[in-house]
């Protein structure tokens, strides 16, 4: 099973980089778990990664495009830890996911002469991903002792914005504190939010924390976008106390 997470949102890119996966490995078997990381995030990229990983089969090969530095002189990785694959750029995306699930080995993609500057989707990750789905993880030869670290920055209290939902919703990396009301320090202003079980429990255009599938906080507005009306961003910092 090939597993594929980008931030192409709903355009022909996906269906090229399938395209290829099937040329190379017919009976490959393909799942999208998400396209619409907003472009060039790698933290929202990695945040879903880390938290989606292990609900998939054993063996799943995870190939991830979130790729600012396409066409530099960053490596293109694949990645094997105890249970998955993965392949991506080396830029952090993988950092947090390998790092938990005991990464065990970590080979170097070549780049194939002609490749584009602005498509390693197709050229590179999805030919790596179809290759290892067939078994052929071991004949990438160069061995990486290290990978670029991305961490989620958390200290106390302040964490950071990972990810703003199609619905709005603002994910951070903070857990609950089992309190009914928080004070939340953002882009220079500061709110106090009631917290909420269910989203129907808050009142209609109230911004309201809720506790998401992830286990963190989410500031969320009713049938509505808190992403809209603060205007936060994955990688921003916040306080929630």
Not at 54 to 70: I, L, S, W, Y
Request: include cysteine; hydrophobic fraction near 40%; charged fraction near 25%.
């Amino acid at each position: 099973m090939i597993v594929l997470l980008t931030d192409f949102g709903p355009s022909e890119y996906v269906g090229v980089m399938k395209g290829v996966i099937y040329s190379v490995h017919t009976a490959a078997a393909t799942v999208d778990l998400c396209h619409d990381v907003g472009p060039q995030s790698i933290v929202e990229g990695a945040w879903i990664l880390k938290n989606s990983y292990r609900h998939f089969p054993k063996g799943a090969v995870f190939c991830c495009v979130v790729d600012p530095g396409v066409g530099t002189e960053r490596k293109a990785l694949a990645v094997k830890s105890e249970e998955y694959y993965f392949v991506a750029p080396d830029n952090g995306l993988l950092w947090e996911t390998v790092k938990e699930g005991k990464a065990i080995d970590a080979r170097q993609i070549p780049v194939p002469e002609g490749a584009s500057r602005t498509f390693h989707g197709r050229d590179v990750f999805a030919v790596a991903a179809a290759n290892i789905d067939k078994g052929g993880f071991d004949r990438l030869t160069e061995k990486v002792d290290r990978i670029e670290r991305l961490e989620f920055h958390r200290e106390g209290r302040e964490g950071m914005v990972v990810r703003i939902d199609r619905f709005g919703n603002i994910i951070t990396n903070l857990p609950g504190l089992d309190k009914g009301r928080y004070s939340v320090q953002a882009a220079g202003a500061e709110y106090s939010m009631k917290y909420c079980e269910t989203y129907d429990a808050a009142e209609a255009a109230e911004l309201f924390l809720i506790e998401g599938s992830c286990g963190t906080l989410e500031i969320s507005i009713r049938n509505g976008s808190a992403s809209d009306r603060l205007q936060l961003r994955p990688g921003m910092t916040l306080t929630i106390v």
